[in-house]
């Protein structure tokens, strides 16, 4: 009988040149199975074959998948290096934590602000974020609302619950004194990106930027976005979160599913307090891989047999 592999399903732009592009994720878990003595592979990621694969005896992850099977885990950066998904139906909007329980009295305190202080001092003290950054300090008003645009993709566009066209003119219209600081995608200025600078341009009190996401976080009131990186980074500045599309970080943010929701949801998340470092907590440090932790091999054992998918026979001889 031959032993099952794992397979590591990849776009064909991270297996060109020997796997040069791949992300150390996946270098690191290759290399660690076989060095226990599993067989692994790299297989470009064909939707169709994933749609159709039926019984396997390989383990298979999928990387920006969205698909279920019994022996098939989705894979896929979480927002923030070096936290990855691990999923058994998808990633972002389509994961499963977007119907998983969260309860932050039952998340260790000391715990969660340890991880919140470690990650504050990685990402904010050093000013890093998922995109290269500016680096030069730029300030912002007190008080603004931070508008995040993610430009136009499949994923995105699934997850919204109304056009960024649509988002933009309902903050404009319920921001009241409050300035408005707008930045484009760093790598997608596609859909209503171009209307919503034109708009914005002649808007008083309204400022495009392309600054560092931790400058125009330091100062913000509020973030908004569809479901951005963004509002996890703003969660770690203890800013507030208003999303306008399906997201898996609902549990700790207000969600809008219409325009005419953004006001009210302006005037109830700036009075609120937020479990932001439980929730961080809770979303990276106990349902996603670490791909920098010394147990990363482990922890995907621990994560596989956690969705029924037994590993003893990764390792057993033919």
Request: hydrophobic share 40%.
């Amino acid at each position: 009988m031959t032993k099952p592999r794992v397979v590591f399903h990849l776009p064909g732009h991270m297996l060109d040149n020997d796997g040069a592009a791949m992300p150390g994720l996946f270098r690191k878990l290759s290399s660690g199975l076989r060095h226990r003595g599993a067989e692994t592979e790299l297989r470009w990621r064909d939707a169709e074959a994933l749609i159709r694969m039926t019984e396997t005896p390989d383990v298979h992850l999928v990387h920006n998948g969205g698909f279920t099977h019994p022996r098939l885990l989705n894979t896929g950066l979480a927002y923030v290096f070096p936290y990855w998904y691990c999923d058994p139906i998808g990633i972002f909007g389509d994961s499963s934590l977007v119907g998983a329980r969260f309860d932050p009295t039952e998340i260790d305190p000391a715990k969660a602000a340890d991880f919140h202080a470690r990650l504050h001092r990685r990402l904010v003290i050093g000013r890093q974020s998922r995109y290269d950054q500016p680096q030069d300090r730029r300030h912002f008003a007190a008080g603004h609302i931070a508008l995040f645009l993610q430009g136009a993709s499949d994923p995105v566009d699934r997850a919204r619950y109304m056009t960024e066209a649509e988002m933009f003119a309902a903050v404009l219209a319920a921001r009241g004194p409050r300035p408005v600081a707008v930045k484009p995608h760093p790598r997608n200025t596609t859909g209503d990106t171009t209307a919503i600078m034109a708009l914005a341009a002649r808007t008083p009190g309204v400022t495009i930027t392309d600054a560092n996401v931790h400058d125009i976080l330091a100062s913000a009131a509020v973030t908004v976005t569809t479901t951005s990186a963004t509002a996890l980074e703003s969660m770690l500045h203890g800013v507030p979160v208003i999303l306008c599309g399906q997201s898996d970080l609902h549990h700790c943010a207000a969600t809008t599913r219409n325009p005419g929701d953004i006001a009210e949801a302006l005037r109830e998340v700036v009075a609120r307090p937020y479990p932001f470092a439980a929730f961080l907590y809770w979303f990276l440090g106990q349902n996603m891989l670490n791909a920098g932790s010394e147990t990363l091999v482990d922890d995907l054992l621990v994560r596989l047999r956690h969705h029924a998918i037994e590993t003893d026979e990764l390792f057993s001889g033919d």
